[in-house]
């Protein structure tokens, strides 16, 4: 038994050895590859397989991290608060991390601070968010998109309490704080210096966006509600609330009119035909 247990083992060793010769081990960069075709035909989990055996063959390589959070992120679903869902954007945070503290191209650095500003914001997590946008400002001054996001966040961190404050005071959506109400006017003494400072950041923000791409319409859209935040907390100045009320305005005037040129120049037929 002890001999034919010898024998059979040579034989699988050799075979192994065959088989070895024949199909070398695979490599980060096959991995990579084999990822990428799985990502594209939108098989996320065998893709994770390929990426998670390309960072473990080699750890420093950043593209292969930025791959592995991006398929990850794929699988995160914002909004389902499950252990799950929230291991997937924790794994894809991990993974940008490696690519950003990696030697990649200052593009994929860029991608990764945007993906990680990104999921912080689908968490809810708006402070961090708006920290890692500030970093892909920093990354490209040029780019009009981490403006935009912390307009975004600055006005969702500014509307929900002031909706939360209203609510409580039972006031009705055409209703405005009423400074000579003692109640209202204490509700609204104490948003205004909770809010204006994330306000006026949120219009600055908006302002910057606007400029590197005017024909941002979803920025402006934004200035217009971020003007309507200001106005409500303008309790005991009426005339700089009625300022604030035809800036915004005029917001929606702009909004509309660039959306109404983009839908026409989309309707246009291509001249090339």
Known sequence: MKRAFKTEMAVFVLVFLFVTYLYPQSTA????????????????EEAIQHFEKAVTLAPENGVAHMYLATTYSQRYIPGEETPENSRFAEQAIEHYQHALNSDVVPSAKI?????IASLYLSMKKFD???????????????????????????WTQSYQPRMEERAKLGLKPEETLNPKNREQKKVCD????KNMPTIEEGIESLNKAIQLRPDYDDAMAY????????????????AARQQDLKTADQWVDKT??????????????????
Do not use: H
Not at 111 to 115: L, R
Not at 190 to 193: G, H, N, P, V, W
């Open 223 to 238: 200035m217009n509600l971020m003007y309507r935040e200001k106005a409500d907390l303008e309790c005991d100045d009426l």
């Open 256 to 273: 509309l009119g660039f959306k109404k040129a983009k839908a026409e120049k989309d309707a246009q037929p291509d001249a090339k035909q």
């Open 128 to 154: 961090d968010s708006k920290k890692y946008n500030r970093m892909a400002s920093d990354l490209d001054p040029k780019d009009a998109e981490p403006y935009y996001s912390i307009g975004v966040i600055d």
């Open 190 to 193: 104490e948003l205004k210096a």
């Open 29 to 44: 960069g096959s991995e990579l590859n084999l990822g990428v075709e799985a990502y594209k035909k939108a098989r996320y």
């Open 111 to 115: 991608n990764s601070t945007k993906g």
